[in-house]
Structures are given as structure tokens and as C-alpha cells.
């Protein structure tokens, strides 16, 4: 038998009982704080009481407030909720093997919150839940830079072709309402382009909640890592996420029956949509500028 047949029997043996340790309830004040789209009237789990460690496994020790720890968070639907798209059709069947948990975040009317836009959906969210307001921006595939702060005062760009340009056209605004119109514009000219020229690449010995997986272009997919755990002999394995095309919900995956936690083992990671993402495509998003 392989590694990582002998890898996966033995997260099977050890998870497989624990899987319903976690009970929705509706959001308190503290997480609605630090998930700000959430409704105080529907129910949600977290993340992290979810999906325990198998035994033998403890979760990588992550600073407070890093977008580590917020993952560890991330609010989910109750067990057994399918993967629907932006209109409301079916992607994924609550039931399916390859699905492990539902995230509580909304995807829009438009076709735009797909694989990459997810993970800036994440990243910008967090950012924004802990007052790093004025740190959020990204790039478009072109390169320019769309700031939040920028489109709060009014800016609003002028594309022709791959020039673009900003303008002050629109009054200031700050609302929720604003950034997630600033968000849609960010998801309709960013994509896993922009994600794969982040400059921050990380090793595999170096792999923690927060980084993604990502190979470019059309089609292009990236995954997101959303916990690592690790046995004494440094053996690591992985929480993984993602969205995709088209616009859904954004979703915990799960490798097959030995439970959701991936194998960080291989020269490869298999997630169930894709094909295996080599190490050399693992990114980072650059530490925000103090």
C-alpha cells in the first residue's frame, strides 16, 4: 500500500466520529463584528469546532487577528446544505462526497464571485472586519492598482483595453453597500492572474491558513488553505476551500471518505475539481504595510 493510502485509512479511522461535534447556533454580537454580512437571524458553525484534527494532529499555532485566525471562524451552514450558484441553481448536492461544509457568505446577482474573487471576497472582508480599512487593494490582471480607499473618495476607473485610469466621478461613500460595489469591480477585472503574480511564495514547509493554491489563467482555478494541523513528525495536513465558475457558494472541500482534511504530503495537492496543484503554485498575500 502507498503513503498516502496508509495516510488517508488513518484520517478516516480518526475523524469519521468526531464530525458532527459542532451544533449551529445564530451569531453572537462578537462574531457578527468580525463577519459583518452575516444575519443575526440565521444559524451558523464555525470552522474551527467543525472540523477538529484527526487525532495525533494539533492546528499550527496562529498570531490573533491574522486572516489565520479568522478563518479558523468562518461561519458555515448547517450539515448537509448543497452548493447552489449566483441564481440559485444547483452546483452540489449536500450529500456529495467531495463536499464538506457550505461557508455562510453571500455570492451577489452577477456572475462574478468565482475562484479567485472568493478568496479577495475573504481577504478584503477580514481586512475590513479588523480596521485595516485603508490596506485593502488589489490588482487587476493589467496590473493597476484599485484601492478601497481610492474608490471610497470617488474614484471610479476608465478602461480602454489594458490602460486604466481614475477618476473622482462619484460622491464619498464608506458604506457596506460602497465596498461591495468596490468588491464587484475588483472581481470583474481581477482573476487568477492577478493572484498567481503575488510575489509571496511561500514553501511547503511554510504552509499556513490563509495561503491558496493557484495556477492561472482561462480557464484558470486556485483553492484556498483555511487550516493546516500537524503530527510530531511534522507531518501536515489541510482545510481547503473554494469557489469556482460559475459564480457560488464558497465551499469546504473534502478529499473522499477519510474526511475533509487533505494530505500536505505529496509533490502535489489533488483537491476533487482540478487538476493537482504543484508546490511552486502556492502564494501568499503580501503582510499588510504598517
Not at 505529496?266 to 504595510?289: H, I, M, Q
Request: charge should be positive; hydrophobic fraction near 40%.
Amino acid at each position: 500500500m502507498t503513503r498516502r493510502f496508509l495516510l488517508c485509512l488513518l484520517l478516516a479511522s480518526v475523524w469519521l466520529p468526531t464530525r458532527a461535534a459542532a451544533s449551529s447556533h445564530l451569531p453572537t454580537p462578537e462574531e457578527r463584528a468580525r463577519y459583518p454580512w452575516l444575519s443575526a437571524s440565521v444559524p451558523v458553525r464555525t470552522l474551527e469546532a467543525t472540523f477538529p484534527p484527526p487525532a495525533g494532529y494539533t492546528r499550527l499555532e496562529v498570531a490573533p487577528d491574522t486572516f489565520a485566525a479568522w478563518l479558523r471562524g468562518l461561519p458555515l451552514r448547517p450539515p448537509g446544505t448543497p452548493v447552489q450558484d449566483f441564481q440559485g441553481g444547483g452546483i452540489l448536492a449536500g450529500t456529495d462526497g467531495r463536499l464538506a461544509a457550505v461557508a455562510e457568505l453571500d455570492v451577489g446577482t452577477a456572475d462574478l464571485q468565482q475562484c479567485a474573487d472568493s478568496i479577495l471576497r475573504l481577504h478584503a472582508e477580514w481586512l475590513w472586519a479588523t480596521n485595516q480599512k485603508a490596506r485593502i487593494a488589489y490588482r487587476f490582471t493589467s496590473g493597476h492598482l484599485a484601492s478601497w480607499s481610492a474608490y471610497a473618495a470617488g474614484d471610479r476607473p476608465r478602461i480602454s483595453g489594458s490602460k486604466v485610469t481614475w477618476e473622482r466621478k462619484a460622491p464619498a461613500s464608506s458604506t457596506r453597500a460602497t465596498f461591495r460595489a468596490y468588491l464587484d469591480l475588483v472581481f470583474t477585472y481581477a482573476g487568477t492572474l492577478s493572484l498567481q503574480a503575488e510575489k509571496n511564495r511561500p514553501g511547503r514547509e511554510d504552509v499556513r491558513p490563509g495561503d491558496f493554491f493557484v495556477t492561472g489563467g482561462s480557464p484558470g482555478h486556485t483553492v484556498l488553505v483555511l487550516d493546516v494541523a500537524q503530527d510530531v513528525k511534522g507531518r501536515r495536513i489541510a482545510l481547503i476551500g473554494q469557489g469556482f465558475t460559475p459564480a457560488q457558494d464558497f465551499h469546504v472541500l473534502s478529499p473522499g471518505r477519510q474526511g475533509p482534511w487533505f494530505s500536505l504530503e505529496d509533490p502535489e495537492v489533488a483537491t476533487p475539481f482540478w487538476k493537482p496543484f504543484p508546490w511552486t503554485s502556492l502564494r501568499r498575500f503580501a503582510a499588510p504595510a504598517k
